[in-house]
C-alpha cells in the first residue's frame, strides 16, 4: 500500500497540505492522487471512530457467523449479496476457518437481533448454521485507542 494510502487510513481528516508536508510533494498532487483513488473506486468513502459509551445511545452490535452452501457457479456470493441488501447489516465477509460469512448487524436492542437472525439471516437458503457474538465492549477500532485508561499502556516483559 502506498505512503498516502495508509496516512489516510491513520486519519482521513489530513489536509492536503499536511499530508503534501508528511510526504515532501505538492498539495496540489496529493488532491490529484486522492480524487484518482476515489474515482477508481480504490477509496470507497470515509467514515468516523466513535466511542459508543460516551453516546447516548443502546444500539447493540454483534457478530454473526455464518456456515453456509456455495451456490454452483457462484460459490458464496449470491447468498454474501443478499445479506448485505439488509439495512442493519453494516459488513459481509468470506472468511476461512468453521465459518464461511461473518457479518455484522447493529440493532436496537439484543431481541432485535436475535429476531433478525432467526428470521431474516437462517432463513435464507443456503444458510446451514449461525453463531451470535454481541459486542459487551470495544477497547480498539482500526487502530484506535477506544479506553483511553489503556492508551499508555505500561506493562512490563516478564521473563520466566
Do not use: W
Amino acid at each position: 500500500m502506498d505512503s498516502l494510502l495508509q496516512l489516510l487510513k491513520q486519519n482521513s481528516r489530513f489536509s492536503d497540505k499536511q499530508l503534501a508536508s508528511m510526504l515532501g510533494t505538492t498539495e496540489e498532487d496529493i488532491a490529484k492522487q486522492i480524487k484518482e483513488y476515489e474515482k477508481n473506486g480504490v477509496i470507497m468513502g470515509y467514515s468516523v471512530i466513535l466511542n459508543e459509551d460516551l453516546i447516548d445511545d443502546s444500539e447493540v452490535t454483534a457478530f454473526i457467523d455464518l456456515k453456509v452452501t456455495p451456490q454452483k457457479d457462484c460459490g458464496f456470493d449470491h447468498i454474501a449479496e443478499k445479506i448485505m441488501m439488509y439495512d442493519r447489516v453494516e459488513s459481509v465477509t468470506l472468511m476461512s476457518g468453521a465459518y464461511d460469512l461473518s457479518v455484522t448487524v447493529t440493532g436496537a436492542d439484543l431481541k432485535t437481533i436475535a429476531l433478525f437472525v432467526a428470521k431474516e439471516l437462517s432463513t435464507i437458503e443456503g444458510v446451514k448454521s449461525t453463531s451470535t457474538h454481541f459486542v459487551l465492549k470495544r477497547y480498539k477500532e482500526k487502530g484506535i485507542f477506544i479506553d483511553k485508561k489503556n492508551k499508555n499502556d505500561e506493562r512490563r516483559m516478564i521473563s520466566p
